[in-house]
């Protein structure tokens, strides 16, 4: 690994109900370096769940958890409990524009209350050693030019080096979470323009990217690429990431390798009363683009939700792919 990369120079985004800790598991399976989120966690839940919300099998490292909050002094006893817990960074959540979010005060609401940001990422960074960044937008409703998003980032940069932008704007009302994702069009150029007017800070892009030579081309604009959905559907392009993104001298890992290793934690899992269909529904895509994906796909859907579904579903749905070496 080259020295002095920067740690988020490449990450998986943290996404509801995908990046649980099976999925994790599964990507690290891929690459050593890949920063990999969370799922966002509101500090709320933490603070008051019956059970252990932080669970991850340190193997998963690095990971970054995200956070989703507006209370300062909540999110800075979760922070410490995220760092005790041995995660490598912590993640304030600016970005997410669902209604749901609004109303809890946290997520893309939050780029319209800089101030309160900054309390909340001062309140978090002198809770901890470990690194506190902010996932967020370029903008929100109309409050979307260029000086607006100066605007936040000035007022919070005193207490964070790393921003992680979500190069599209934000609607908090009229559009799904699912279209804010899609509908408010890319702006990377802005992106970049923040990492030229603001250098001594870590600047990572997110939104839209899907090959290695896109997340090359950023590279040579910002510090660090943020991939989200292709990363999921598409695991495969996690195999590539340790040479062609962090210079590591390794060869390529494949689908067919990082699903084998995937199987002694399957069966330790599935010994703890985890049901089989929670792991490897975060695998279906592990052979896009392959002779037999579909069989492997349909295999695993129809088969590792039925009780008593064990490693057995798995061999089995392998022999469909079993000629491929990718």
Known sequence: MQKNVYSGRFSVAPMLDWTTRHCRYFHRQFSQHALLYTEMITAPAIIHAKYDLLEYN????????????????????????????????????????????????????????????????????????????????????????????????????????????????????????????????????????????????????????????????????VDGVMVGREAYQNPSLLGEIDSQIFGENRPLVTAREAVEKMLPYIEKELAKGVYLNHIVRHMLGAFQNCKGARQWRRHLSENACKAGANISVMEDALKFVENTTF
């Open 58 to 221: 340190p193997a998963e490292n690095p990971v970054a958890l995200q956070l989703g909050g507006s209370d300062p002094k909540q999110l800075a006893h979760c922070a410490k409990l995220v760092e005790e817990r041995g995660y490598a960074e912590v993640n304030l959540n600016v970005g997410c524009p669902s209604d749901r979010v609004q109303n809890g005060m946290f997520g893309a609401c939050l780029m319209g209350k800089a101030d309160l940001v900054a309390d909340c990422i001062k309140a978090m960074q002198d809770a901890v050693q470990i690194p506190v960044t902010v996932k967020h937008r370029i903008g929100i409703n109309d409050l979307d030019n260029y000086e607006f998003l100066c605007d936040f980032i000035e007022k919070v940069q005193p207490y964070s080096n790393d921003f992680i932008v979500h190069a599209r704007k934000a609607w908090l009302s009229g559009l799904s979470p699912k279209e804010n994702r899609e509908i408010p069009p890319l702006d990377y150029e802005r992106v970049y323009q923040l990492k030229r007017d603001f250098s001594h800070l870590n600047i990572s892009i997110n939104g839209g990217i899907k090959t290695i030579e896109e997340i090359k081309h950023h590279l040579q604009f």
